[in-house]
């Protein structure tokens, strides 16, 4: 009993001191599936796992060159969990870039950068066949998994998609704790270039302690407010251990499909 006793005073220590710890991570270079203008420090590495629907996995690496620049690399695995065929895609180089760090005489974080997100059930599309003197057409279709020797496939179907992005973080006090606010606009470029589905994004995300946090976002959002169906509505709750680990549970809402959750794991640490 005793032994019982100390070593669940041990565990509650190092978890109470690691949360503690874990307040200078309060500010998230994401949100739930949108960035933020936030940087990992100069001298910093962080690895991360995201695993989506139907077993899907993302792994990303990030190193901080500096205190403003961002590099790494992306790479994503349908079907990485379960018994369907596993596909892997093309790995992404990911980048960030922040203007702005948010000063007091100017208290705006802006950033560029290009990243991998992921775009949902919603949008599936075929790329038809055409002749030389015919511009390319895409039709929406159900997704599956044959191939046809009259159309290539395009989906943007349970997959991390890679694009451009540019995003606008502003502190905001409520109850004298300092939460963010997010907006921006980004593009889909790889694996296929879609401009139609150029969109924007806000977000809030509101450390709890700095060692928990809620976060929410609207996400596709259209320029002229079209297809409303596929506006995605996401929050997401987040736990910091031991200062270098983040454990997040993400629920990902589109109307038409449903709810999707998302796990996240992210490990922060220096060189």
Do not use: C
Request: hydrophobic share 35%; no cysteine.
């Amino acid at each position: 009993m005793k032994i019982r006793v100390k070593f669940l005073i041990v565990i509650i220590s190092f978890i109470v001191t690691g949360s503690l710890s874990a307040q200078q991570f309060s500010r998230y270079t994401s949100v739930v599936n949108t960035p933020t203008a936030f940087t990992i420090g100069h001298g910093t590495y962080q690895f991360g796992y995201r695993g989506y629907h139907e077993g899907g996995a993302e792994f990303k690496t990030t190193v901080g060159l500096t205190d403003i620049l961002n590099i790494g690399v992306s790479f994503d695995l349908e079907h990485a969990i379960g018994q369907r065929k596993i596909k892997p895609h093309v790995p992404g180089v990911i980048a960030k870039l922040k203007f702005t760090d948010g000063s007091d005489s100017f208290p705006i974080s802006i950033a560029a950068g290009y990243d991998s997100f992921y775009m949902g059930l919603t949008n599936t599309f075929k790329k038809s066949t055409t002749t030389s003197s015919e511009p390319e057409t895409w039709d929406e279709t159900s997704s599956d998994d044959s191939d046809d020797d009259d159309q290539k496939t395009y989906s943007s179907y349970n997959q991390m998609i890679y694009g451009p992005y540019l995003v606008v973080t502003k502190p905001i006090y409520i109850m004298d704790e300092e939460q963010h606010f997010s907006f921006g606009v980004r593009s889909p470029v790889q694996p296929s270039y879609v401009p139609n589905d150029t969109s924007y994004f806000v977000s809030l995300d509101i450390p709890l302690g700095g060692y928990f946090a809620f976060k929410a976002e609207v996400e596709r959002i259209y320029w002229n407010f079209s297809r409303l169906e596929q506006v995605m509505f996401n929050v997401g709750f987040r736990y910091n251990i031991f200062a270098k680990v983040g454990l997040e549970l993400d629920i990902i809402v589109e109307k038409e499909y449903g709810v999707n959750r998302v796990v996240r794991v992210e490990y922060t640490e220096e060189f």
